[in-house]
């Protein structure tokens, strides 16, 4: 089955400290990953994906397959990071046309205190 | 990045009548329209996904015949809720693609329906 899981509901941090929101993922096809954004009154947006490799407002994930993680880290937290985050696993749709669907994991709520 | 729009941003209505909620991709051909919802402090539920021209699939669980799904054009995605009762007051998203098999979708502003 496919499945995303993120096991904290709220993670609260001290700005400059480190922060890692976790991220599992469930998938027997090979996995795209991604990490959504929500800040508050705003819509959802990327933040980024692992085939990129990229570094986004200081974020970086990693994706381990052997652990099926795809943890999102920053190593000096700010206080503009205090959003919604949502790892989001791209998961095949049907074999007939090879499109892709977005399933998302239950999102974190980081919260970064001055 | 490319823009989708959502209307209306919230819509109250009474029971038994019908919603609809348009999503517009501005500046891009949202080749796919995805359309999620969204219950309190809960994540986003997949309901469709709409190719232009073609019927959409639905997950499993999601009533086609409730949630009607139409993608008529490249920029234009339309969810109508038929016969809404409370239980599908809701917060409803729609996502447009625009590359074909990738997860990057673009989102609209969500749109929260209140059944009365």
């Known amino acids: 089955a496919q499945r995303v899981t993120q096991p904290e509901k709220l993670l609260s941090v001290f700005k400059g400290a480190p922060v890692e929101l976790k991220c599992n993922y469930s998938?027997?096809?090979?996995?795209?990953l991604f990490w959504y954004v929500q800040y508050s009154r705003q819509r959802l947006q990327l933040l980024l994906r692992h085939i990129s490799r990229e570094s986004i407002k200081g974020f970086t994930a990693d994706l381990n397959k052997g652990e099926t993680s795809f943890h999102l880290k920053k190593p000096f937290a700010q206080e503009e990071d205090s959003a919604m985050y949502y790892c989001a696993l791209s998961a095949l749709l049907t074999w007939m046309d090879s499109s892709y669907k977005l399933i998302f994991g239950s999102g974190t709520r980081l919260l970064v205190r001055p | 990045g490319a823009v989708v729009s959502q209307h209306p941003s919230w819509v109250i209505c009474k029971s038994g009548t019908s919603v609809k909620i348009e999503c517009r991709s501005l500046?891009?051909?949202?080749?796919?329209m995805f359309w999620y919802r969204q219950f309190p402090k809960q994540s986003l539920m997949l309901m469709a996904t709409s190719n232009e021209g073609s019927k959409a699939t639905y997950e499993q669980g999601v009533e086609k015949d409730k949630f009607l799904i139409n993608h008529a054009s490249l920029t234009l995605s339309t969810l109508t809720v038929t016969s809404a009762h409370p239980e599908d007051s809701s917060f409803y998203i729609c996502g447009g693609r625009v590359t074909v098999n990738t997860g990057e979708l673009f989102f609209g502003e969500g749109s929260r329906l209140t059944v009365l």
């Open positions: 998938y027997s096809g090979s996995p795209e």
């Open positions: 500046d891009f051909q949202a080749t796919t």
